[in-house]
């Protein structure tokens, strides 16, 4: 049985020989779901001050991927593994089950040097057991939500799940340590018999306000209460004073009568039954800007940031996944209504990608207010912060023009994302301020070139076990040393696994009807190869004003093969309302469903011509199948199984069908497995 090595001594005495070298304090920032064309520097009518300032004063990394969503790719800046050799195929793999705990993530490898380590947003990694929740993986602190989407107010999710768990749930964790708290929601009434909540759950029942439940409106300062109703919470609280501070999304006290209240985000229209105010005074009005998750976010970051810089003299390591800009869309009035002046060139007509155009300027607001306190607090000189999507932009409402596709899909719109390193400090840039590095690079690459920024070496990296990080060897690189030179021929990776051919993505159970890809791909050198359906194949160019093409522009851009009109469909919460037309049951309109498609992402960075069927090109083709076999053949099983391919561990396995069944009809997103999840070592 493969063990994780004790990283903390090899790292002390890996590092132990440079003790007077400081240490750089490092940023992981990933915006979720931006589209490739939605930032100011490559879309003048797109409102991004801050990034573009970032970008032009820092270095553009022109050639990075990521997988076609969001879990995946996740796991490989986490990891510096392929999704594929830890168990993930899809999101849903992150849902049930998460990263195994015995590959020693990014932030415990960074601790263990001396790293102070803080995550704040969209997790996505794991959270059926503690041991797969983010303070249990390397974070000292984390504050966001586990799951792959909610409300960017109210932090729920509707779930639907039959009659056991269907509701509302708030998805939203406080935690430091081995305290896991959790804002308290609303949900659907258990059925009989249920079981009481685990610790740190919440019955949907109004009133039960059990142990440890005050604990995270007042940011850890109320510990083991042993009240058992809302009266007694609050009264508890009181005696405590906690409620001269507020909770983490107001920044002001809310105490005006001496009476204690328990906010709920929600805003329950029942006072008392899920917090005590007793009628003293009024939950906010909702939505509040002060309850809009980047915000939020932010402030937390802030907040880390000016503590980190008054008690602390070591470096500090802070992964900042946003929830923006992933649906629902939703933005604050202010920034929605820059897009709406129709006298300005950033005018929308369509009201969904106006929203989504106003999150992508109310995250960048984010990063500004992030990176200002950076400067003020003089962390700003010392620190390096690395920027990227998690993968392409959802067609139709964001836009990823030129390249084709989107969200989902194997086209390079879907996996060639943003992404840019930044420092002010010109000695700290590894290259030179202001010009693109073009090199290939992927996610898997963040993990050991943080490490080399860290001045972290690991003993064998490149071995069978990346340094003792985990069970298979490291799938990314050092890129420090290839960033820095500038030169794209210096980078150490000359391939890229998108997606193998594997069973758990059997083309029989493709969901092509909503644009998902269920095929393979593979890029080596300046070529990629796609097997089977890549997924939504539309390639969506912004109409010169961003506007409802007329019902005659909307003849003239068809016969140009150019749908604008479908364009500006509602975008929802991922997918997108159109596709390619694509009938997926008969390969009919299905790019390279009955024949492998080869492309040069190099000269043809827009995959419009397809060189398969050219017999100049008939060596390299067979070659890239060939290697996509070979790679293919080492993935791991898929997460939650623990025998070949289908063998299902049916105490572990959760279906997405009624998925929720495994959150428990408590009202919150919660561990519900209260054991280690090792499944392969």
């Not at 896991?180 to 079981?195: A, E, Q, R, Y």
């Not at 800007?289 to 810089?309: G, N, P, T, V």
């Not at 490149?462 to 040393?481: I, L, M, N």
């Not at 898929?638 to 929720?660: E, F, I, R, W």
Request: with cysteine; hydrophobic share 30%; net charge negative.
């Amino acid at each position: 049985m493969w063990t994780a090595w004790s990283l903390a001594a090899v790292v002390a005495s890996a590092i132990g020989s440079n003790p007077t070298t400081e240490k750089p304090n490092l940023i992981l920032l990933v915006i979720d779901d931006l589209g490739h064309n939605d930032v100011g520097w490559g879309n003048n009518r797109t409102i991004t001050p801050h990034l573009d300032s970032m970008v032009h004063s820092g270095i553009e990394l022109t050639s990075f991927y990521v997988f076609k969503y969001c879990a995946p790719t996740r796991g490989a800046f986490m990891s510096g593994r392929y999704p594929f050799h830890f168990g993930f195929y899809n999101n849903q793999d992150a849902n049930d089950y998460g990263i195994p705990t015995n590959f020693t993530l990014l932030p415990a490898t960074l601790r263990a040097a001396g790293y102070k380590t803080a995550m704040i947003g969209k997790w996505h990694l794991g959270f059926r057991s503690k041991e797969l929740t983010p303070t249990y993986r390397g974070f000292d602190t984390y504050l966001g939500y586990y799951h792959m989407g909610e409300d960017y107010y109210t932090h729920t999710q509707d779930v639907k799940g039959g009659s056991f768990c269907t509701g509302t749930y708030t998805d939203f964790s406080n935690s430091s340590g081995d305290v896991i708290s959790t804002l308290w929601g609303h949900g659907g009434t258990p059925p009989p018999n249920t079981p009481a909540p685990p610790p740190g759950g919440l019955s949907c029942s109004p009133g039960a306000i059990v142990r440890n439940q005050c604990a995270h409106a007042f940011q850890g300062e109320i510990r083991n209460l042993s009240t058992a109703n809302a009266e007694g919470c609050c009264a508890a609280c009181q005696a405590t004073q906690a409620c001269k501070s507020w909770n983490w999304n107001h920044p002001k006290p809310k105490e005006t009568t001496g009476v204690c209240y328990l906010k709920n985000i929600l805003g329950s229209p029942n006072p008392g039954s899920l917090g005590c105010d007793y009628g003293t005074m009024k939950p906010p009005s909702s939505p509040d800007e002060m309850d809009y998750s980047a915000l939020i976010f932010s402030r937390e970051a802030q907040r880390i940031i000016e503590k980190h810089a008054a008690t602390e003299t070591g470096p500090l390591f802070m992964y900042l996944p946003f929830q923006s800009v992933h649906g629902p869309y939703e933005a604050p009035d202010r920034f929605v209504a820059l897009y709406n002046d129709t006298s300005s060139p950033q005018y929308i007509q369509d009201p969904s990608r106006r929203t989504h155009q106003g999150m992508v300027t109310a995250v960048d607001e984010a990063v500004g207010n992030i990176t200002s306190t950076l400067t003020t607090t003089g962390l700003a000189s010392n620190t390096i912060l690395w920027m990227s999507s998690d993968n392409g932009g959802p067609l139709p409402t964001a836009n990823n023009f030129p390249l084709r596709g989107g969200k989902f899909t194997l086209w390079e719109g879907g996996t060639k994302v943003r992404s840019f390193i930044w420092s002010p400090n010109p000695s700290l840039l590894p290259g030179s301020p202001g010009v693109p590095y073009e090199g290939l690079l992927h996610a898997t690459d963040v993990y050991q070139t943080f490490l080399t920024w860290a001045g972290i070496t690991l003993p064998d990296p490149s071995g069978p076990t990346g340094g003792g990080t985990g069970p298979v060897p490291f799938d990314g690189f050092d890129q420090s040393a290839a960033i820095k030179s500038g030169s794209p021929a210096a980078s150490l990776r000359t391939e890229i696994l998108h997606t193998p051919l594997v069973p758990v993505l059997n083309p029989s159970v493709c969901p092509g009807s909503w644009g998902q890809s269920c095929g393979a791909a593979l890029r080596v050198g300046d070529f990629k190869v796609l097997v089977g359906y890549p997924g939504d194949s539309r390639a969506l160019p912004l109409p010169a004003t961003e506007h409802k093409a007329t019902a005659l522009e909307a003849a003239d851009n068809l016969a140009k093969g150019i749908d604008f009109v479908t364009r500006h469909r509602l975008g929802g919460d991922g997918g997108g309302g159109g596709s390619d037309g694509c009938i997926y049951s008969n390969g009919t309109k299905c790019p390279c469903y009955f024949s492998p498609c080869l492309f040069n992402v190099v000269t043809d960075p827009t995959e419009s011509h397809d060189l398969a069927a050219d017999p100049a090109y008939h060596d390299k083709l067979q070659a890239l199948l060939l290697r996509l076999q070979q790679i293919s053949a080492t993935h791991m099983p898929q997460a939650g199984l623990v025998g070949p391919l289908g063998d299902n561990d049916t105490k572990l396995q959760c279906a997405y069908v009624g998925a929720n069944k495994c959150f428990q009809p408590y009202g919150q997103f919660i561990p519900w497995i209260n054991r280690s999840m090792d499944r392969r070592g």
